[in-house]
């Protein structure tokens, strides 16, 4: 069994509401591989919402508290996507998940890419949230590009 990103299979969970459907993560989930996640929304974070990007470091550094995750208001969001990242975690742990497909460059989800922090559409390196937990939790963590 898979954790995947809920926007991948077509729910309208991103902050834009944006559908962002990926066929062959679509098909798991037809298969009865996949359960669906929104990291964001488990962590109580309604949609739409203003976007949010993670400031001095990526989902390490945000678990480690080196880093915060700040919607383009200004307000710091950090703890709802630590409250997200730990029910993925628990849901992906209920039903014995060892592998994620979650979406690229999101700051919950990323698995190689985040935008920078800095709200300009440039990405860096790193992981999201989410994607660092599971991560840290020994569960292997590809993108719907990668997979
Ligand atoms: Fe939710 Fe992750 Fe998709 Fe963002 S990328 S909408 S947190 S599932």
């Known amino acids: 069994m898979k954790i995947v990103s809920a926007c991948l299979i077509g729910c309208q969970c991103r902050y834009d509401q944006r559908a962002c459907l990926d066929a062959e993560t679509e098909?798991?989930?037809?298969?009865?591989?996949?359960?669906?996640?929104?990291?964001?929304q488990l962590g109580g974070l309604p949609t739409p919402r203003p976007p949010a990007e993670i400031v001095g470091g990526d989902g390490f550094d945000?678990?480690?508290?080196?880093?915060r995750v700040i919607d383009r208001t200004g307000r710091d969001v950090t703890a709802e996507f630590l409250a997200g990242a730990r029910q993925a975690l628990r849901l992906a742990q209920a039903v014995g998940?060892?592998?994620?497909v979650l979406k690229e460059?999101?700051?919950?989800?990323g698995s190689s890419f985040v935008y920078?922090?800095?709200?300009?559409?440039?990405?860096?390196?790193?992981?999201?949230?989410?994607?660092a937990l599971l991560i840290r939790?020994?569960?292997?963590v590809q993108s719907e590009q990668t997979k």
């Open 97 to 100: 998940a060892t592998s994620a």
């Open 105 to 109: 460059n999101s700051p919950s989800c």
């Open 27 to 40: 098909a798991l989930l037809k298969e009865g591989k996949a359960i669906p996640v929104c990291p964001e």
């Open 137 to 140: 939790s020994g569960i292997a």
């Open 116 to 131: 920078d922090g800095t709200f300009s559409g440039n990405k860096t390196a790193g992981v999201g949230v989410t994607a």
């Open 62 to 67: 945000v678990l480690d508290g080196r880093a």
